[in-house]
């Protein structure tokens, strides 16, 4: 049974850099084929997927264009697990953040399953 | 600001049926598969339904999903008071190069 297990800071300054960071147990961040996500959610904006990292042959990351230029998904091997970056936050990223893992079985993709969620607060 | 537009919220009497749509695009429904998930009030969402009507193990035959065109359907019969929660959809959107989900839609069980 794969679960994910999420760390990190509940409270951010404005201007400075969120780090959330989603260990896995029963895969493995390398597998070919899931990918591992963060996806987060306000009141104001939802869901909302932020960015994914995936091994095929060699690592790969793709951002939503509304955080893209501030976010960085990175891999960590050598602990299994992956971690989000994004830097000069303000109150609206605002928000419970979530990693997933993004599995396909041929055609469409889902996430499944999820990190419990970290509620992040920007503030001064 | 989310790109699948589904009903605040749906209700119905314990035992009854319920159907929540999801309406997209060409650029999102229209052209790929859909997924469903279930959050119950405080907790992550859960996965549901996949490839638009395939249920995981697990997940009772209650729950059915299905599409046409650029919009979804999930559909609850029987409905329990453990369904109570919100449910979204979501897709991958080819003009965005990313997922985006449903607004979101409240079931109530009166």
């Known amino acids: 049974q794969v679960q994910l297990h999420q760390s990190g800071p509940g409270l951010v300054k404005i201007s400075q850099t969120l780090s959330l960071t989603c260990a896995i147990s029963?895969?493995?961040?390398?597998?070919?084929?899931?990918?591992w996500t963060w996806i987060r959610q306000s009141p104001s904006r939802g869901l909302e997927w932020l960015g994914r990292?995936?091994?095929?042959?060699?690592?790969?990351?793709d951002y939503a264009i509304s955080v893209k230029g501030r976010i960085t998904i990175n891999p960590d091997p050598s602990k299994n697990q992956f971690s989000l970056h994004l830097n000069s936050v303000t109150p609206e990223d605002t928000a419970v953040y979530y990693c997933?893992?993004?599995?396909?079985?041929?055609?469409?993709?889902?996430?499944?399953?999820w990190g419990l969620g970290t509620l992040v607060t920007v503030s001064s | 600001q989310s790109v699948l537009t589904q009903p605040p919220s749906v209700s119905a009497a314990p035992g009854q049926k319920v159907a929540i749509s999801c309406s997209g695009s060409?650029?999102?429904?229209?052209?790929?598969?859909v997924s469903w998930y279930q959050q119950l009030p405080g907790t992550a969402p859960k996965f549901l339904i996949y490839?638009?009507?395939k249920r995981p193990s697990g997940v009772p035959d209650r729950f059915s999903g299905s599409k046409s065109g650029t919009s979804a359907t999930l559909g609850i019969t029987g409905l329990q008071t453990g369904d109570e929660a919100d449910y979204y959809c979501a897709t991958w959107d080819s003009s965005l190069s990313a997922y985006v989900f449903g607004t979101g839609t409240k079931v109530t069980v009166l």
């Open positions: 490839d638009n009507n």
């Open positions: 060409s650029s999102n429904i229209g052209n790929n598969y």
């Open positions: 990292t995936y091994y095929r042959s060699k690592w790969y990351s």
């Open positions: 029963g895969d493995s961040v390398s597998s070919n084929s899931p990918a």
């Open positions: 997933a893992r993004d599995r396909t079985a041929g055609h469409g993709n889902w996430f499944d399953p």
